[in-house]
T-cell receptor, first 117, second 116 residues
Framework: ETGVTQSPTHLIKTRGQQVTLRCSSQ?????VSWYQQALGQGPQFIFQ???????GRGNFPPRFSGLQFPNYSSELNVNALELDDSALYLC????????????????FGAGSRLTVL | AQKVTQAQTEISVVEKEDVTLDCVYE???????LFWYKQPPSGELVFLIR??????QNEISGRYSWNFQKSTSSFNFTITASQVVDSAVYFC?????????????FGQGTRLTINP
């Protein structure tokens, strides 16, 4: 069973640029969530995608956007990068739509570490 | 609002000692789920346990045990006979149904260092 894979693992951008991060979900999972983890902090929910639609968004500005594809893989796009966007971006997949709400175990990837200079 | 507090930022013990990581949560939901995840230096969050709010039985898995007390809104994690490989950052998380999505609210994490 293949886990969650993310790319790239590390990248460096300058302020004002745009970045795209990619995530392949675990086999059999149809829901993808994205989290931002600043240094020394716990992960913060950005948004979740189910059946190619965003179905929940945390407290992040519109310059954070995403996509989910028919094969359930996903992209996170961040426009107009700011210094505070420097963080580890974690993708997580889950079965979604099954079982009790809130019960799903999220399987996380190793993350993409973004540095904005 | 949902909130998870892990008051211990860092813990350092010598191998074979027992160590307990504290987690306190706040929620208005009557049904909720609590999780513990481990984050090794490689970065990915590794699932350890999920607990339903209706199930207050303590759970033991090898050297790991969890104590869930609804009365004090706590979900503490104990490692018995710690090993160097247990060194990692540990996160407690509360699951919230949010705008139709499942959202995990994480604590700030406890960095555990096991010294040989």
């Amino acid at each position: 069973e293949t886990g969650v894979t993310q790319s790239p693992t590390h990248l460096i951008k300058t302020r004002g640029q745009q970045v795209t991060l990619r995530c392949s979900s675990q086999s059999g999972h149809n829901t993808v969530s994205w989290y931002q983890q600043a240094l020394g902090q716990g992960p913060q929910f950005i948004f979740q995608y189910y059946r190619e639609e965003e179905n929940g968004r945390g407290n992040f500005p519109p310059r954070f956007s995403g996509l989910q594809f028919p094969n359930y893989s996903s992209e996170l796009n961040v426009n107009a990068l700011e210094l505070d966007d420097s963080a580890l971006y974690l993708c997580a997949s889950s079965p979604g739509g099954q079982g009790a709400p809130g019960a799903n175990v999220l399987t996380f990837g190793a993350g993409s570490r973004l540095t904005v200079l | 609002a949902q909130k998870v507090t892990q008051a211990q930022t860092e813990i350092s013990v010598v191998e074979k000692e027992d160590v307990t990581l504290d987690c306190v949560y706040e929620t208005r939901d009557t049904t909720y789920y609590l999780f513990w995840y481990k984050q090794p230096p490689s970065g990915e969050l590794v699932f350890l346990i999920r607990r339903n709010s209706f199930d207050e039985q303590n759970e033991i898995s090898g050297r790991y045990s969890w104590n869930f007390q609804k009365s004090t809104s706590s979900f503490n994690f104990t490692i018995t006979a710690s090993q160097v490989v247990d060194s990692a950052v540990y996160f407690c998380a509360l699951s919230e149904s949010f705008q139709g999505a499942q959202k995990l609210v994480f604590g700030q994490g406890t960095r555990l260092t096991i010294n040989p």
